[in-house]
Each structure stands twice: as structure tokens, then as C-alpha cells.
Nanobody, 122 residues
Framework: QVQLVESGGGSVQAGGSLRLSCEAS??????MGWFRQAPGKEREFVAA????????SYADSVKGRFTISRDNAKNTVYLQMNSLKPEDTAVYYC?????????????????WGQGTQVTVSS
């Protein structure tokens, strides 16, 4: 059983930055992903990273503003979020892929964290 715990959420003004962390309970050399869900909307893909950090992918809406990274020695995945916009407001979830690479499709993930709230005010 793998447990994922997100942290780092909070409230910021538009243009600000936050860094989210996702710590896994054990070593996981799987791909990892970040998703988000705003009120009344479906959970959507944000970013993904391969098992060794060599490959990353992003949703068009965050490309150039967000950066996903990982530190396998610490069993932790990060999401650095810069130039935040009010439309980035959501609960952010990290998830573990079933494979070595992440994916934009939620069905490829088997473990999910509890989520951390990010609120961006204008």
C-alpha cells in the first residue's frame, strides 16, 4: 500500500508562487502526476513526470508557469507554480502512475493523495 501526502497549498494573490510537495510512504519508482479539481468541474491533468525525472509533460494551461520535479532519495514529487492566476484555484492532487511514465489520463494512476487547496485571488 502506498500513501501520498500533499502539502504546500495556501492562498496567494494573482502573480504569486507556491510550491506543492507530495511525499510517498515508500519508495516508488513509478511515474507521478499532479491533477486538480475546481468546484463543479471534473478533475483535470496538470503535469506528469517519469520515474527518473527525465521526461515531463504539462497541460497547455500551465505550460511555462508550472514545473514538476522529483527527488527519489526523499520519495517526494514537487510542483512549482509561478505566475498564478485565479483560474488555477482548485484542490491539487498527486497520484502514482501504474507505469514508469506519467500520463494525462486519470485511469493510469492507482494511488491518490488527499489533496491540498490552492486559492488564487485577483
Amino acid at each position: 500500500q502506498v500513501q501520498l501526502v500533499e502539502s504546500g497549498g495556501g492562498s496567494v494573490q494573482a502573480g504569486g508562487s507556491l510550491r506543492l510537495s507530495c511525499e510517498a510512504s515508500g519508495r516508488t519508482f513509478n511515474g507521478m502526476g499532479w491533477f486538480r479539481q475546481a468546484p463543479g468541474k471534473e478533475r483535470e491533468f496538470v503535469a506528469a513526470i517519469s520515474w527518473n525525472g527525465g521526461s515531463t509533460s504539462y497541460a497547455d494551461s500551465v505550460k511555462g508557469r508550472f514545473t514538476i520535479s522529483r527527488d527519489n532519495a526523499k520519495n517526494t514529487v514537487y510542483l512549482q507554480m509561478n505566475s498564478l492566476k485565479p483560474e488555477d484555484t482548485a484542490v491539487y492532487y498527486c497520484a502514482r502512475s501504474r507505469a514508469l511514465y506519467g500520463d494525462s489520463d486519470r485511469r493510469y494512476y492507482d494511488y491518490w493523495g488527499q489533496g491540498t487547496q490552492v486559492t488564487v485571488s485577483s
